[in-house]
């Protein structure tokens, strides 16, 4: 199947493109991204079928349903990472904890957060396509705390890919910061950066403007790419869990075929629920995505005005720090998919020109078909976290804003599956302060032991090791020795 462009063609790109092109050059025309031309439909046999089959074979089968042009070897090898998961059999296990409300544990992979559940196939096929055309291809990737751990584990010594991973120094938490400078791999460079995340992903932006930077990699051989959700790569693997909820509940004799479902997702730049999205208009029977966020409350405004304006807006910095963003660039899939490419080059056109665009009423009725959404403070997140604590069930900061959602969004009697996309041991300082109702300042390696031994809990030996692991990467610099920096380690 080939993939298109949200903004239209340029005339210099091709107007489509496989999908092995689109995941190495993620970048399409005017600034737009890749999607694929025709979504699949998937019926109620489909659905059938994978009761009794694995996730890796239901993953297999809807990549397939794509028409991707990867053969099943790479496909199979990418799947295989799965088995790295806590349970091999099940990487993101669905949990019921009240009468209709399930959750879909996403974190149970090798950074425990849900960046995983796309990025660790994905790594392993990008890899082998880069390999297999005898290319080589640099990823950069600014990140806030997950991306970045994420990125590194999957791409550790893997051929054809090198990635340099700027975070902000004092700007992710301890255990986000170890699991990047102590990864061990050749192909990898971690640097620290005196500013904000903003600074970080302005310095990127810049980076990428460089002539001087894009003659050195031209000189060296090195191609672009990009390993964030803009990347139809991790989209794709996006879809397969939500299947996996419905199948779950399924099995579990919660739901029976064709009853539908709510799917209530903490979001930040649209990945995970774009995937859920998708998975509905392949037929998988979903009532409603709930799209939960904190006070940076941006999609809350899109999908309930239809206007998305960032003018004078300011990132305000939360204890769901995954979720702090203002520009959130999968949505631009959705109007896509229901505005077609002209009218999205308009509205985006309008975003980057103006800071902020405005649906017509016809087209806000749409996304409100599918979509509902809604937002909450840290204090109504740190209360969540304690309630759910009393009943029996912990769960970290970004999953406790969908409780929100939950409450007030729902108007029909159906069940809720909501995403857990962190552990708690990512943000054990934060889950602290709501089990002991206290604002003190906890550092990680305090926070994880109390916690541990609050509640009983076995702290995962990845989290562990990372206290006594070498820092590999310890160069934090200023944001004009940048591009320096790079070209040293190329
Ligand atoms: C990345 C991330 C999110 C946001 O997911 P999107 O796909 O960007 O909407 C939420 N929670 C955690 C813990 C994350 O790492």
Redesign the pocket.
Known sequence: MSFIETRGNDGIRAKEVEFSDAILNPSSSFGGLYVPKEIPILGSEFITKHLNTSYKELAYDILKAFKIDIDDDTINEALNLYDHFDDKSNPSPVVKIKDDLFVNEQYHGPTR???DMALQPFGSILSAIAKRRGEEYLILAATS???GPAALNTFKNKEGIKVVCLYPDGGTSDVQRLQMVTENGKNLKVIGINGNFDDAQNALKNLLASQSFKDELQKDGIKLSAAN?VNFGRIIF?IVYHFQSYLELLRQNEITLGEKIYIN??????????GAYYAQKMGLPIEKMLVASNENNILTQWLTLGIYDIRGKELKLTK?P??D?LK?S?IERVIYDICGAFRTKELMDSLNEKGYFEHTSAELEVLKQHFSATFSDDSYGLKTIKSFVDNGYLM?P?TATCIKAYDTLKTKNLKTVIYS??EWT?FSPTVLNALNEDEVNYSDEVALKEIASKLDLEIPTSINELFNSEVLHDKIIDIENLENEIISFL
């Open positions: 957060a849900f960046k705390g997950d991306t959700s996006q997702v903490p979001s930040g730049n649209f990945g995970n629920v774009l769901s995954a979720m963003i959130s999968n970290d970004h996309t962190a990512k």
